[in-house]
């Protein structure tokens, strides 16, 4: 099993919709979570970090379930701009020695 | 701070060349990463540094793949030979000492091409 694994997509959704993306992760040490943005042939950002409490950025939420181990992303009133591949981080200790990204999933906003 | 910088942005070249990809970290940041990415198996930690010094060089892949870090400013990826299925980006990433939830800055890559 892979250590993180993300639904490769892609999600084709018209703009406005409400669209939510689910990452699973293996390691039950992981400690903490994020998720990074990439547009096409460009360098992953980060887009949030995941707390455990769960935590808002304007439309974007995102979730994180430990007894589970999965995060989620959630993007509401989806923007045209927000067309990219979106990437799942686990790191396995605190100082993010171990950062492995999940293969990312794909999303189209279309007009 | 320009972030990070990493060069050249693109490389062409024919098998069994030798390959230097260059990085510079941002200034401050403690540990920088070598990623790989392709569309089979997207992005692959290569190695980490620390104060630079290498820590976890697990990812590399061959005896062709070295880097190094002289010093907390720069730091090479080298393929020797290159071959056709070393074609990928490569990216450079850095981020401070610290604990808690602290990102990586990615520079823009370095996009292979081994002919």
């Known amino acids: 099993r892979k250590e993180v694994e993300q639904d490769p997509g892609p999600f084709n959704v018209p703009e406005g919709a409400t669209v939510a993306f689910n990452c699973t992760y293996s390691n039950s040490a992981s400690q903490s979570f994020f998720w990074y943005r990439q547009d096409c042939r460009k360098e992953p950002k980060l887009l949030m970090s995941?707390?455990?409490s769960g935590n808002e950025d304007g439309r974007f939420t995102a979730q994180l379930n430990r007894a589970s181990q999965y995060i989620s992303l959630l993007i509401r009133d989806s923007k045209l701009s927000d067309s990219a591949t979106y990437l799942c981080v686990v790191n396995t200790d605190n100082y993010g020695q171990n950062f492995v990204f999940g293969p990312g999933t794909r999303l189209s906003v279309l007009p | 701070d320009a972030g990070v910088i990493q060069s050249p942005r693109h490389e062409v070249t024919e098998m069994g060349q030798e390959v230097t990809l260059r990085c510079k970290p941002i200034?401050?940041?403690?540990?920088l990463f070598w990623y790989r990415q392709t569309m089979m198996r997207g992005l692959e930690l290569l190695i980490y540094?620390?104060?630079?010094?290498?820590?976890?060089d697990s990812g590399m892949p061959e005896d062709r793949f070295s880097a190094k870090m002289p010093n907390a400013s720069f730091s090479t990826l080298k393929i020797q030979p290159s071959e056709p299925r070393d074609s990928a980006v490569y990216f450079c990433a850095s981020r401070p000492s610290r604990q808690g939830l602290s990102e990586a800055f990615f520079g823009q890559g370095t996009r292979l091409t081994v002919v």
């Open positions: 540094f620390n104060n630079n010094v290498p820590i976890d």
């Open positions: 200034s401050g940041h403690d540990y």
């Open positions: 995941v707390y455990s």
